[in-house]
T-cell receptor, first 115, second 115 residues
Framework: AQSVTQLGSHVSVSEGALVLLRCNYSSSVPPYLFWYVQYPNQGLQLLLKYTSAATLVKGINGFEAEFKKSETSFHLTKPSAHMSDAAEYFCAVSTPSGGYNKLIFGAGTRLAVHP | DARVTQTPRHKVTEMGQEVTMRCQPI?????VFWYRQTMMQGLELLAYFRNRAPLDDSGMPKDRFSAEMPDATLATLKIQPSEPRDSAVYFC?????????????FGPGTRLTVT
């Protein structure tokens, strides 16, 4: 069965600092992995996805994530945080059930950015 | 700019009343998902459709919830009778196969309050 664990429900960084949001997955088959962002009172927006091509995936807004099979991780990073990055971030894994179109989401990490 | 639309955006109703939430998926997407988001449970998948056929509704309380897709441009989620514990934000998402994996695009959500 597939599952996702996000370490740290809240992360706080200073503006300009490195952002690191952690995600570990469990999957019995090669996974497809996603990061979504949710701004207040909005739906989720896709940041980036891993589909077994390049292990370093670049997304929107300067975010990137690296797939590490040996660590079963897919951590999200951004070199320099902006105030506008404050939001909740969800890691997700897609499952073979239904042809890889069903997502299992982590519990989310709320990112705060302070001046 | 294609988007998933949901109506209403906010709904306040009394316990026992019927609630209907509507979703217009992105044209051409063949999968539609209904999620519920609460502080306690996070994001829960309620049901999903592919090519308008229900594939999985195991996350939905069957006695009071129903989901349908009468045509390719409309998906509905009904609660009858509603209860205070149904208070949550309900998201619709539509999906399409892109680069080997399904990407899901979320609507802005319907915030339901049952008093």
């Amino acid at each position: 069965a597939q599952s996702v664990t996000q370490l740290g429900s809240h992360v706080s960084v200073s503006e300009g600092a490195l952002v690191l949001l952690r995600c570990n997955y469990s999957s019995s088959v090669p996974p497809y992995l996603f990061w979504y962002v949710q701004y207040p009172n909005q739906g989720l927006q896709l940041l980036l996805k891993y589909t077994s091509a390049a292990t370093l995936v670049k997304g929107i807004n300067g975010f990137e994530a690296e797939f590490k099979k040996s660590e079963t991780s897919f951590h999200l990073t951004k070199p320099s945080a902006h105030m506008s990055d404050a939001a909740e971030y969800f890691c997700a894994v897609s499952t073979p059930s239904g042809g890889y179109n069903k997502l299992i989401f982590g519990a989310g990490t709320r990112l705060a950015v302070h001046p | 700019d294609a988007r998933v639309t949901q109506t209403p955006r906010h709904k306040v109703t009394e316990m026992g009343q019927e609630v209907t939430m509507r979703c217009q998926p992105i044209l051409g997407h063949n999968t539609v998902f209904w999620y519920r988001q609460t502080m306690m449970q996070g994001l829960e998948l309620l049901a999903y459709f592919r090519n308008r056929a229900p594939l999985d509704d195991s996350g939905m309380p069957k006695d009071r919830f129903s989901a349908e897709m009468p045509d390719a441009t409309l998906a509905t989620l009904k609660i009858q009778p509603s209860e205070p514990r149904d208070s949550a934000v309900y998201f619709c998402a539509s999906g399409t196969l892109t680069g080997g994996a399904y990407e899901q695009y979320f609507g802005p959500g319907t915030r339901l309050t049952v008093t």
